[in-house]
């Protein structure tokens, strides 16, 4: 089974408030004319070429970008992984019986290895089923039957989550993630990620200060 898409589901801010937020810091009001320079102003605040020649990325802060993400297990370790600023809610496997079966085997496998791989998880998956059911017939509760039973899932194992950065953790995350470095399907996450908010739209001048 493949990963779910990423879905943009929120965003708050545009390119305009890191700018507000900087002027605010000299008591600056905003006015058409200061509107104008935000381009080179995010590019300042950036690359630090201001009066003090030190970068200025706080007020990339005062910004958020909230998508939905259903991935393996594995990958939503890299996900929770040198997270800064950055919100992750996650579905539980501990209060619910997992039933759809959802599963992720690789798509660069040989295809008799993804059938192995396949088999491997379907029979995981219907002995954590049946965990439960004889854990209840021996008389531990559904609820610690549930959470135990888990522990003979694999990594593959999908689960759904909602992920929230602000402007500057999400340049983190992308600097961090979306690079040949990273684990390949981490690397599309991020990937789709950024393509998502370029298409939006509410961060063109931001993300260009950045190099994304």
């Known amino acids: 089974m493949k990963s779910q898409p990423v879905e943009l589901i929120m965003i708050a801010g545009d390119d305009i408030t890191p700018a507000e937020a900087a002027w605010y810091s000299t008591a600056?009001?905003?006015?058409?004319?200061r509107l104008k320079r935000v381009p080179a102003l995010l590019k300042t605040l950036v690359e630090g070429d201001g009066p003090?020649?030190?970068p200025h990325q706080v007020p990339f802060e005062h910004t958020l970008i909230s998508f939905r993400v259903t991935s393996e297990i594995a990958t939503h370790i890299h996900m929770l992984k040198h997270r800064i600023g950055v919100s992750i809610s996650s579905q539980s496997q501990r209060y619910m019986e997992?039933?759809?079966d959802d599963y992720y085997v690789p798509e660069d496998w040989p295809e008799d290895l993804r059938d192995?791989?396949?088999?491997?998880?379907?029979?995981?998956f219907r002995h954590y089923h049946y965990i439960i059911?004889?854990?209840e017939a021996s008389g531990i509760d559904r609820k610690r039957a549930k959470e135990s039973a888990r522990f003979v899932l694999p990594y593959a194992t999908q689960i759904r989550y909602r992920v929230t950065f602000n402007?500057?953790?999400?340049?983190?995350?992308?600097?961090?993630?979306?690079?040949?470095?990273a684990q390949v399907e981490i690397h599309l996450i991020a990937d789709e990620?950024?393509?998502?908010?370029?298409?939006?739209?509410?961060?063109?001048?931001s993300l260009?200060?950045?190099?994304?």
């Open 98 to 100: 997992l039933r759809a």
């Open 28 to 33: 600056k009001e905003v006015t058409d004319e």
């Open 133 to 135: 059911k004889c854990l």
């Open 167 to 181: 402007l500057l953790s999400f340049v983190h995350f992308q600097k961090l993630r979306n690079s040949d470095h």
């Open 193 to 205: 990620m950024l393509r998502l908010v370029k298409e939006d739209g509410h961060f063109v001048n």
């Open 208 to 212: 260009k200060a950045w190099g994304l």
């Open 116 to 124: 192995y791989g396949t088999g491997l998880i379907d029979d995981a």
């Open 52 to 54: 003090d020649g030190l």
